[in-house]
């Protein structure tokens, strides 16, 4: 079959919805093949097994949750310091936060690696890169903070954004400024 690049973007797209809305149980071929207004067997036709699906759908999530090259080219052009680490923090934040399904999506996939080891390797493999280009880009940046201060805005964005996207414990707090906060608590002075 000849390779159709938008088709299997939305199969994947549709795989997204399914995972945020039902989760991993609900993954199926045939719901994906739903999800898409496609013809049933399409999704089986992209992804032959359940793990090429899975890993398609992080593959996407993954896409999808890229920065925007015009606003990473902005955000490199400030100088380097605490304003900027601040400012590009903001936008992983923004990023997150703009497409729920996406980031349920991803978040879901994060728990299925905590049941299923094929998951889990694919997982770490991807959040292992992303660690890695996160703590290249800030040297490369001259931003503030090494590895151990990445890791901890990891943890910390993961949480913020786990809290707005479900039960929030303070849905009024100002996100500009609790990224703030963070940042001056997380980087030493």
């Known amino acids: 079959?000849?390779?159709?690049?938008?088709?299997?973007?939305?199969?994947?797209?549709?795989?997204?919805?399914?995972?945020?809305?039902?989760?991993?149980?609900?993954?199926?071929?045939?719901?994906?093949?739903?999800?898409?207004?496609?013809?049933?067997?399409?999704?089986?036709?992209?992804?032959?097994?359940?793990?090429?699906l899975v890993e398609g759908l992080v593959q996407r999530i993954?896409?999808?949750?890229?920065?925007?090259?015009?606003?990473?080219?902005?955000?490199?052009?400030?100088?380097?310091?605490r304003d900027s680490f601040t400012r590009h923090l903001r936008d992983i934040v923004r990023r997150m936060l703009?497409?729920?399904?996406?980031?349920?999506?991803?978040?879901?996939?994060?728990l299925e690696a905590a049941r299923r080891p094929e998951v889990a390797a694919l997982m770490r493999e991807v959040l292992l890169a992303g660690f890695r280009g996160d703590v290249a880009y800030n040297e490369a940046a001259g931003l503030p903070g090494g590895a151990r201060e990445i890791a901890l805005f990891h943890y910390a964005v993961d949480g913020l954004v786990l809290d707005r996207l479900t039960v929030s414990i303070d849905p009024e707090a100002d996100l500009d400024q609790v990224v703030e906060d963070l940042v001056a608590g997380l980087l030493p002075g």
Do not use: K, Q
């Open 62 to 81: 993954v896409n999808r949750l890229m920065p925007d090259p015009a606003t990473l080219e902005e955000l490199a052009s400030l100088p380097a310091g």
């Open 98 to 110: 703009a497409d729920r399904d996406v980031t349920l999506a991803w978040f879901e996939m994060r």
């Open 1 to 52: 079959m000849a390779r159709n690049d938008s088709r299997r973007d939305r199969l994947a797209d549709a795989g997204i919805a399914v995972l945020a809305r039902e989760g991993s149980r609900g993954l199926t071929h045939r719901a994906v093949d739903r999800e898409s207004g496609l013809p049933t067997g399409t999704a089986s036709n992209y992804f032959r097994s359940r793990g090429e």
